[in-house]
């Protein structure tokens, strides 16, 4: 019975296996209908100076109306863009969407900064650079407007090739911010090797201030260090008033969070 059960258990693995290949296959499959078909939106989500609650800028984050199944999270379909190499094409267009949407910021008078996600998939071509330097010719939009946001983990893969690259974008003024900051292997020698602005603290660490005073302490050193190193702090996934209350009195510069507004289609933003 023992040896039965083992042998129902390989044959459940392979199954889930196979289950999960042809997941794949059909999202892959789905995905380039997207592209052509137009499904991939861009949601706008503020980023406020904690000092005025003024809105300094928007982080762009990917969405997918899919036609039967509705909006999909990006972290559904991102690994599959990056397994597939489709993010690339997928950030071409994002960054020019992304730098014309500044530009008629622009026209209406808000002086919108607006940062997009990379991945590691960027770090190993001139493809980045040759796309972000299209569309900022073509916009005519001041490079301080754009920011670029990366993970270590993102960096990890390919640290040599991260570092060339943020330095060319950051050396036309490009804004580079590090993400998700604390979550996983953190390696603090990044902050030195790579042009980097401002660091955001990950959410983990926001979301049970006040109860985890620890996460207090983390979120004040990790502030100190920053400013310590010339860079600024920005907290994610700041939902009450008592966590900004705090995190302005640590000193931190910026904060993103549904207190100050979720991730939006455009026409649906106040920035008020
Ligand atoms: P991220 O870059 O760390 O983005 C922040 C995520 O936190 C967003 O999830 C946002 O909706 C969510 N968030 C913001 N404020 C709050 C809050 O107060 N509470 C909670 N619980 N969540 C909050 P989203 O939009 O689902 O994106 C997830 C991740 O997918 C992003 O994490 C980013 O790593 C990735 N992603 C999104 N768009 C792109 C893209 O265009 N390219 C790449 N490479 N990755 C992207
Ligand atoms: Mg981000
Ligand atoms: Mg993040
Ligand atoms: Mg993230």
């Known amino acids: 019975e023992a040896q039965n059960g083992g042998a129902n258990r390989v044959k ?13 296959f059909f999202l892959e499959h789905e995905l380039k209908r997207a592209l052509e078909n137009n499904e991939l939106a861009i949601f706008y989500q503020p980023q406020v100076s904690l000092k005025d609650r003024r809105i300094i800028g928007m ?3 990917i969405r997918w109306h899919h036609p039967e199944k509705g909006l999909i999270s990006p972290q559904d379909f991102i690994p599959l863009l990056e397994k597939t190499g489709l993010i690339v094409p997928v950030t ?5 969407t992304v730098c014309n949407q500044i530009r ?5 008078g808000l002086s919108m900064a607006v940062s997009v996600n990379l991945s590691a998939e960027h770090f190993d071509s001139l493809d980045l650079i040759k796309t972000t330097k299209e569309a900022l010719d073509e916009t005519g939009i001041d490079p301080h407007y754009l920011g670029m946001e990366i993970t270590e983990s993102t960096v990890m893969q390919d640290v040599s090739g991260a570092s060339k690259i943020l330095e060319e974008l950051a050396g036309w003024g490009i804004k580079v911010s590090l993400d998700d900051f604390g979550k996983g292997y953190s390696s603090l020698s990044y ?3 790579l042009a980097i602005d401002t660091i955001k603290i990950d959410r983990y660490f926001i979301y049970d201030i006040p109860e985890n005073s620890q996460n207090i ?7 100190t260090m920053a400013h310590n190193l010339g860079k600024e ?5 700041v939902e009450t008033e008592e ?3 705090i995190l302005r009195e640590l000193n931190c510069d910026y904060a993103q969070g549904f207190l100050f507004g979720r991730p939006q289609p455009p026409d649906k933003l106040s920035f008020g």
């Not at 008629?104 to 209406?108: A, E, G, L, P, V």
């Not at 702090?233 to 996934?237: K, P, R, T, W």
């Open 12 to 24: 459940g693995f392979m199954a889930e296996q196979e289950d999960r290949i042809s997941r794949e």
């Open 59 to 61: 982080e762009a984050l």
């Open 92 to 96: 071409r267009w994002l960054i020019s």
């Open 104 to 108: 008629d910021w622009h026209k209406q």
């Open 191 to 193: 902050l030195q090797r």
């Open 217 to 223: 302490t983390l979120a004040n050193t990790i502030v």
């Open 233 to 237: 702090v920005l907290a994610e996934g």
């Open 243 to 245: 966590q900004a209350r």
